[in-house]
Nanobody
């Protein structure tokens, strides 16, 4: 079993920044795939950024150039630096984890989510 704990969400004005963290614990292999997803009210969950087992990173077009995903020094931690936030970035942000690169974003484990609210 793997547990994921996200932190760093909150309320920020448009144009501001937030940094999300996700720490995985439990049965962790050093090689893993992790990702950030978000879900706004009334919308489907969408990929924000995903870090593959090779450490390559893919971003959603809507956040490219504004958000930066990274791994910590220990590979069970990832971060999402969010700059130039927009009201449409408001959502619950989830961390996801698998010890392989999942197809169709079907990660094995998901965190509880952290709320991000961006005011106009």
């Amino acid at each position: 079993q793997v547990q994921l704990v996200e932190s760093g969400g909150g309320l920020v004005q448009a144009g501001g920044s937030l940094r999300l963290s996700c720490a995985a614990s439990g049965s962790i292999f050093s090689i893993n795939a992790m990702g950030w997803y978000r879900q706004a009210p009334g919308k489907q969950r969408e990929m924000v950024a995903k870090i593959r087992t090779t450490d390559s990173i893919t971003y959603a077009n809507s956040v490219m150039g504004r958000f930066t995903a990274s791994r910590g020094n220990v590979k069970n931690t990832i971060y999402l630096q969010m700059d130039r936030l927009k009201p449409e970035d408001s959502a619950v942000y989830y961390c996801a984890f698998s010890d392989y690169d999942p197809l169709n974003d079907e990660y094995d484990y998901w965190g509880q989510g952290t709320q991000v609210i961006v005011s106009p």
